[in-house]
C-alpha cells in the first residue's frame, strides 16, 4: 500500500510538473487590410456585446457584400439594402440608402432591425482564423461573419 501511495504522489507530482512549465498558446493574428473584405460576401453568424451573445442559426438569411466601388450590400432575411461604406486599415463605416420592408412569413423582424441597426453602428473590423469581425465604437459588441461561398 505505501508503494501504490508513493507511485501515485509521484505520477501526480510528474503531471503538475508538466502543467506548469507549458506555454499559453498566443492568439491568432488579426487582419486589418481592406482588400481581404472587400467583394466577398459574408454571412452574419452573430453578435457579442457586454451584455448578451447570440448566434444566428442561418448566416445566408442575413449577408453583407462590400462592392470595390463603394456600395454596401446586405439581406436582411427576406429584405434587401444598400447604402455606402468607407474603409481604411481597421476602420470601417456604413450609410444607408435604401432599405426593402417586407413582411417575411418565417423571419424576425426584430433580427432583420437589429442587424441593420448594428451595421450602422460599426466603426472598425478585422479578420481573424478566417472570420470577419466588424466592431462597434466604445465596447459596443462585435458582429462576427462567416465567408459564403457560391
Known sequence: MQRSVLMLSAVL???LTG??????????PRYTAPDLVVDKLWGW???ETPVELFEISDPKRFTLRLKPDGTAL?????NHGSGTYRI????????????TRISCP???????LQFGNQLLAIAGFYLQNGKLY????????TMQFQELHH
Do not use: H, Q, Y
Open 45 to 47: 453568424e452573430g453578435t
Open 13 to 15: 507530482l510528474f503531471s
Open 106 to 112: 418565417t423571419g424576425d423582424p426584430r433580427l432583420a
Open 74 to 78: 446586405a439581406n436582411f432575411d427576406c
Open 19 to 28: 502543467c506548469a512549465t507549458s506555454r499559453p498558446v498566443p492568439p491568432a
Open 88 to 99: 481604411s486599415a481597421g476602420k470601417l463605416t456604413f450609410s444607408a440608402e435604401r432599405i
Open 134 to 141: 466588424l466592431e462597434m465604437p466604445m465596447d459596443g459588441g
